[in-house]
């Protein structure tokens, strides 16, 4: 929403130059991938910095302006300064703030009622007839729950569950799904309550609703699934997709199915994980994403190697890893940030690790360990469960104890039953072996004190 009396930033304007709002926004998004940041810049977004609507960056695309413009500060970049945009009155033009916020000492989300713009206070929390959070995600209304009143639905509302889905991914890649799923619960169940209730102005809030809803869907299906609440996790990823076809959305169609088939590899149903993988692809080839389809092929190859099928699988990691190749571009959906050489390794590891052949997993594994980055520490830990697994399979057993270690380290910040359940199936490998070493018997010994399981 445009406050009363914005004033336009012709200093931003005038760095745009001849460049259209949407290839500034480009290459944005650009600068964003090269310093790590996730932006989903677009044209609409560059006419409300230059109007002035937003006078003053949230913290990623701070970091992203000042890596385009070295030299420059926020001032000289036509914003205002930080310090003058604090208070209620100054946050109508700021940007509006993630209505989810992580704190240190738990990871859950939550509320953060000094920094929520009264739009967020209203569609995020529950009071009066609102009821958002009792909101059925099926048909009809949940017991004892009262409709929200239909109201327009405008840029403030979308902007609020687009915020959402991105600072849930944010804390998932940090801390893992186990802390985060049943708070993160709640703004989809607001979300899909504002779909029924509501009516947008224009076609095109609606089609971002509807995305950012199915967005959400996903995002919160990946915790469910990531702490081990698999039947949630498949009905999210059905609400998803479900939506996706109401939208006429290939993006997220291809995005539900590329969880869907990773969930059903994750279950025991690969051949499930298969259909689902080609059926994202069919829906990701127009899109002109070859990231996308490399992803969506390791997907396909992980339900082949789960029911014995070798050389299908590799020949879908060479369509993967040739669709890599041809490196990002503008078309890569925002989501797959966490998609990069380190995810490649561990996927095929997984396939290896599926088929049986232990020392080869193991390889991709470390490959994957090395290139990752520490920021993502969730997947670090991953990535290390899987070594440790591979390892101990593959009758390394000093190696495992070693790798297992290292997830030890990192459990403390991470909470993820995927992880927890692979380091316990590790973990009772190396105890069943006979020739247990000291440096085996100490990360047993760890395990049981951490896990509180006796070994």
């Known amino acids: 929403m445009v406050s009363t009396g914005a004033v336009p930033n012709l200093a931003f304007r005038r760095l745009r130059g001849q460049r259209s709002a949407g290839e500034f926004a480009a290459a944005v998004r650009r600068s964003a991938r090269e310093i790590g940041e996730r932006v989903a810049c677009d044209a ?31 001032v000289d970049l036509g914003f205002s300064p930080r310090e003058t945009v604090r208070g209620r009155a100054a946050r109508a033009t700021t940007e509006i703030p993630s209505p989810l916020v992580f704190h240190s000492e738990s990871p ?4 953060d009622t000094d920094e929520e713009s009264d739009v967020l206070r209203r569609v995020f929390m529950t009071s009066g007839t609102t009821v958002l959070a009792a909101a059925p995600l099926g048909p009809g209304p949940a017991a004892g729950a009262t409709a929200p009143d239909r109201h327009r639905v405008g840029e403030a509302e979308v902007s609020a569950v687009e915020n959402a889905v991105r600072r849930i991914r944010l804390l998932d890649d940090r801390h893992g799904g186990d802390g985060l799923y049943r708070d993160a619960s709640r703004p989809l169940r607001t979300a899909y309550a504002l779909l029924d209730s509501g009516t947008a102005a224009r076609r095109s809030t609606a089609d971002r609703l509807h995305a950012g809803a199915g967005e959400l869907a996903i995002s919160v299906g990946w915790l469910a699934h990531d702490s081990g609440r698999f039947e949630d996790a498949r009905s999210h990823y059905a609400e998803a997709l479900a939506t996706a076809r109401v939208a006429g959305d290939a993006a997220l169609e291809a995005h539900a199915f590329c969880n869907a088939s990773f969930l059903a590899r994750d279950t025991g149903r690969p051949r499930e994980s298969v259909r689902a ?11 002109g994403s070859p990231r996308l389809l490399a992803l969506l092929a390791l997907r396909e ?38 998609f990069r050489e380190a995810e490649l390794e561990m996927l095929e590891a997984q396939c290896w690790s599926a088929l049986g052949d232990w020392s080869r997993a193991a390889r991709h594994a470390r490959r994957a360990i090395r290139l990752q980055d520490p920021h993502f520490t969730r997947n670090l830990a991953l990535y290390r469960a899987e070594l440790a697994w591979d390892l101990a399979r593959a009758g390394r057993a000093e190696e495992a104890a070693t790798a297992g270690h290292r997830v030890l380290d990192l459990l403390d910040g991470v ?41």
């Open 108 to 111: 859950v989300l939550h509320s």
């Open 44 to 74: 609409r977004y560059i006419g409300r910095v230059e109007s002035g609507e937003i006078r003053c960056p949230n913290y990623a695309y701070e970091r992203v302006f000042l890596h385009m413009f070295p030299g420059m500060s926020l």
């Open 415 to 455: 909470r993820s039953s995927r992880i927890r359940t692979m380091l316990a199936g590790t973990t009772q490998v190396l105890a069943l072996r006979r020739d247990t070493t000291d440096e085996v018997r100490g990360y047993l010994e760890r395990y049981a004190a951490v896990s509180g399981v006796s070994t």
């Open 301 to 338: 190859a992980g339900g082949r190697a789960g029911f014995g099928d070798r050389a299908g699988c590799e020949r879908a990691i060479g369509r993967a890893r040739t669709a890599f190749g041809r490196g990002p571009c503008d078309a890569d959906p925002e989501w797959m940030t966490f």
């Open 277 to 287: 993988a080609e059926a994202g692809q069919r829906a990701a080839r127009p899109l």
